[in-house]
Nanobody, 114 residues
Framework: QVQLVESGGGLVQAGGSLRLSCVASESISRFNVIGWYRQAPGKQRELVARILSGGRPNYGDSVKDRFTISRDKNTVYLQMNSLKSEDTGVYYC??????????WGQGTQVTVSS
């Protein structure tokens, strides 16, 4: 069982920046997928960014060129710049092991005021 703990959420004005962190209870294998999803009120959970097996990043269309995902041994980061009100939501860390085991963090709230 992998534990994921997110931090870094908060309230920020439009145009501002935040950096989210997700610490895993074990080392993150480069052969697995780790990333961030978000869910706004009344909407489905959507992909924000993830690092695919082998290390290639993959971004949702709405955050390309504004958000950057990175990782080290057991932590994945999401640098969010030029934030917009539509980026508001609960951000969840996800770790998928070989397409079989799927782990989620508890989520961290991001609120962007316009």
């Amino acid at each position: 069982q992998v534990q994921l703990v997110e931090s870094g959420g908060g309230l920020v004005q439009a145009g501002g920046s935040l950096r989210l962190s997700c610490v895993a209870s074990e080392s993150i294998s480069r052969f697995n997928v780790i990333g961030w999803y978000r869910q706004a009120p009344g909407k489905q959970r959507e992909l924000v960014a993830r690092i695919l097996s082998g290390g290639r990043p993959n971004y949702g269309d709405s955050v390309k060129d504004r958000f950057t995902i990175s990782r080290d041994k057991n932590t994945v980061y999401l640098q969010m710049n030029s934030l917009k009100s539509e980026d508001t939501g609960v951000y969840y860390c996800n770790y998928n092991i070989q397409g079989v085991y799927d782990y989620w963090g508890q989520g961290t709230q991001v609120t962007v005021s316009s």
